[in-house]
């Protein structure tokens, strides 16, 4: 069966330091992967989504940025976070022909 | 980004009593989605709609694609506890291997003891 790793769970990181969240599916070749952002009581905000190896698009404009180095991971980043980059980070994968199925989150703080 | 419209946002029910949400948009999907999240956790896929007019049950849920294409809704009948969370609908047009999904602004679903 398919899984959904990411971490970390929970992540406090200071204002102008990097980012780096990373997800890997297991059970399934070339998913599709995406990158939510969910804020405090909201709803889910697509920020990044990929259909291969090394190929990123980009939903809104931001200070974060996505890298796909292998099939199945997903890589989150950011050089110098802001405090507005506090939020859920949600992690999905899909086969491109089926609904998404989501990775348990990081709770981002940005202190 | 693009967002559906969901409600309501919020209800506040007694246990055993029945739920209803919808989602509306005014854009087309040929699939739509309902998930539930519970706090500090991944949203869940409770059921998954392909067809419009489908009618699709898992236990006491029943969710419903509207013939429009632009709505869906989700019943629960006969609330328990652990229904407590947020459901979230989500559309999409799942055809070329590229789909994304648009979400609802949730609905949070208290039970009063």
């Known amino acids: 069966s398919q899984t959904i790793h990411q971490w970390p769970a929970t992540l406090v990181q200071p204002v102008g330091s990097p980012l780096s969240l990373e997800c890997t599916v297991e059970?399934?070749?070339?998913?599709?992967l995406y990158w939510y952002r969910q804020a405090a009581g909201r709803g889910l905000q697509l920020l990044f989504y990929?259909?291969?190896?090394?190929?990123i698009s980009s939903e809104v404009p931001q200070n974060l940025s996505a890298s796909r180095p292998q099939d199945r991971q997903f890589i989150l980043s950011s050089k110098k976070l802001l405090l507005s980059d506090s939020g859920f980070y949600l992690c999905?994968?899909?086969?491109?022909?089926?609904?998404?199925?989501f990775g348990q989150g990081t709770r981002l703080t940005v202190v | 980004g693009q967002q559906l419209n969901q409600s309501p946002q919020s209800m506040f029910i007694q246990e055993g009593e029945d739920v209803s949400m919808n989602c509306t948009s005014s854009?087309?999907?040929?699939?739509w989605l309902w998930y539930k999240q519970d706090p500090g956790e991944g949203p869940v896929l409770l059921i998954a709609l392909y067809k419009a007019g489908e009618l699709t049950s898992n236990g006491r849920l029943t969710a419903q694609f509207g013939i429009t294409r632009k709505d869906s809704f989700l019943n629960i009948s006969a609330s328990i506890p652990s229904d407590v969370g947020i459901y979230f609908c989500?559309?999409?047009?799942?055809?070329?291997?590229?789909?994304?999904?648009?979400f609802g602004t949730g609905t949070r679903l208290t039970i009063i003891p």
């Open positions: 854009s087309i999907f040929n699939t």
């Open positions: 990929s259909v291969g190896i090394g190929q």
């Open positions: 059970g399934t070749s070339n998913p599709n």
């Open positions: 989500a559309g999409a047009n799942i055809n070329f291997g590229n789909e994304k999904l648009t």
């Open positions: 999905a994968w899909s086969t491109g022909h089926s609904e998404a199925f």
